[in-house]
């Protein structure tokens, strides 16, 4: 439990050093992008490889889909190798989900394209397996609106079930970059107080700016004062995509003791279980099913999910922090048993400040910013919050007059700061005088898109990497030659 002593599957880990995996992960990656950058004569020596991060913002399913063709073009341009961390929060996860799903995708990134494509025309999930998962998430200690908001909505939008787990992919993206998905802590945004900022990657998930982290096989289980004391399995990949834009209302161990009396299971089995889709052998079936008492205790029970949701119990998880003490750790992640994490979109819509930790060293972002409304609110709040915990952050400096009609490629660099390129995906570049309407045609809130919306959406991202290869291999340049 310190900086200096390796982290052991079962107990936390504080310190700000890198995981011992991710670093050895990194290290590797570095010959990568060192052959990547020779082949456009950039040339420097092994230890002055520049760290270049992806950012990919929240946005729904147009964020999903406008991230898989940037990529898919930054591939075609030869510099899909440069990356050293692909990182998303919200929407970019659902596409990052998909990807990390293949083991060395991007060796073959435009026939995972199509197979994402495919799947996402496809015909869905169908009842009888989401009436299953649901069931298997109940089981858990924390059953909440964010496992029904991953089986009922998540499922609509990418179409499948992905139950793999982060660590299952742990040794099979050797060509890929690291990934890193990042949400934050609803008390500590509520009251401005403790860190925010939570990742999870492969190996490890934790408070990024504190230094507080578990193996992320345990990331869920129960500790107390450092050291496992029950084990959850692992959350799957569902569940992580659940986090997108949902009211994350759990319902505590204590509060389902209660719903787990025999009778209760039984009126949530009967509940989950599929009847066919004709509305009158539904209504038979209720009739039938739950009657008497039986239907009593059904209404007992939606009371009870009444009340979760307007207590308001967002992605409730056991606290790994608790009753620890360090002074290290603030005061306000180590009382409580259970933390709850949301939307990362909630505060600052892109993993800056998780990719911003000291250890990791970003040399250059390039950010794609998918964002509803003004398409500099979240470089803006990036800088803001970095300056005020003196984090190294660029000014950022946007003409008055580009804010509800942006340009495609963004600049902001300084002395001792790394640099950040900001990419709007609708400007008036691919999107003519209008980009507002294009945002409100595709807002977060819309249903799931059309073929002809996908490709539409995909046109207009790639556009924004196609036109801006050449600025994107300056400014890469440009931070090889000051490393």
């Known amino acids: 439990m310190s900086a200096s002593k390796p982290q052991e599957s079962g107990e936390v880990r504080l310190g700000h050093s890198l995981n011992k995996k991710e670093e050895e992960f990194v290290a590797r990656r570095k010959n990568t992008v060192l052959q990547c950058l020779q082949k456009f004569n950039i040339h420097c020596s092994q230890d002055k490889v520049p760290n270049i991060a992806l950012l990919g913002s929240g946005g729904g399913q147009r964020a999903m889909v406008a991230l898989l063709e940037c990529l898919v073009q930054i591939d075609k341009a030869g510099l899909l190798d440069c990356f050293l961390y692909l990182s998303g929060v919200s929407g970019s996860t659902w596409c990052m989900a998909s990807l990390y799903k293949e083991p060395n995708w991007s060796t073959k ?95 490890e998930a934790g408070y990024s700016l504190t230094g507080a982290f578990v193996d992320t096989c345990d990331f869920g289980s129960q500790f107390d004062n450092g050291l496992k004391k029950k084990h959850q399995d692992e959350m799957d990949m569902l569940y992580l995509q659940g986090n997108k834009l949902c009211s994350r209302t759990a319902v505590t161990c204590r509060e389902r003791n209660v719903i787990k009396d025999d009778w209760k299971y039984e009126c949530y089995q009967e509940l989950l279980n599929p009847v066919d889709a004709d509305p009158s052998a539904l209504e038979q079936s209720s009739k039938t099913k739950l009657t008497g008492k039986l239907f009593l205790k059904c209404c007992i029970c939606f009371i009870d999910l009444c009340r979760c949701i307007t207590q308001r119990i967002w992605g409730r998880n056991y606290n790994f922090l608790h009753n620890m003490t360090d002074e290290s750790v603030p005061a306000a992640l180590l009382q409580k048993e259970t933390r709850d994490l949301i939307d990362a979109g909630l505060l600052i819509n892109s993993p800056y400040l998780s990719m911003l930790r000291k250890e990791r060293n970003i ?47 963004y600049v902001f660099k300084g002395q001792n700061v790394p640099t950040v390129i900001h990419m709007p995906l609708f400007n008036v570049v691919n999107c003519g005088d209008k980009p507002g309407d294009w945002r409100k045609k595709y807002g977060i809130l819309k249903g799931p898109y059309s073929a002809e919306m996908i490709t539409e959406v995909m046109g207009v991202a790639g556009k924004n990497i196609s036109n801006n290869i050449e600025k994107l291999l300056e400014e890469i340049r440009a931070v090889a030659e000051a490393k």
């Not at 989401?130 to 109940?138: G, H, R, V």
């Not at 003196?390 to 490629?409: A, C, L, R, T, W």
């Open 363 to 409: 040399d250059l972002f390039i950010a794609l910013d998918f964002s509803d409304g003004d398409p500099f609110t979240t470089v803006r709040e990036a800088a803001k919050t970095c300056k005020k915990l003196n984090i190294p952050f660029p000014e950022v400096n946007v003409p008055s007059d580009e804010g509800k009609k942006p340009k495609d490629f």
């Open 109 to 203: 990134l435009e026939t995972v394209k199509e197979n994402i494509i495919k799947r996402l025309g496809g015909p869905g999930v169908s009842w009888d397996d989401k009436s299953a998962k649901l069931k298997k998430y109940y089981m858990k200690d924390f059953f909440s609106l964010t496992d029904l908001w991953a089986v009922l909505f998540v499922t609509s939008y990418v179409k499948e079930i992905d139950e793999q787990t982060l660590t299952d992919q742990r040794d099979q993206h050797n060509e890929d970059p690291y990934p890193i998905y990042a949400v934050i802590d609803k008390q500590c945004k509520r009251r401005e107080e403790g860190d925010p900022w939570f990742e999870i990657s492969p190996h």
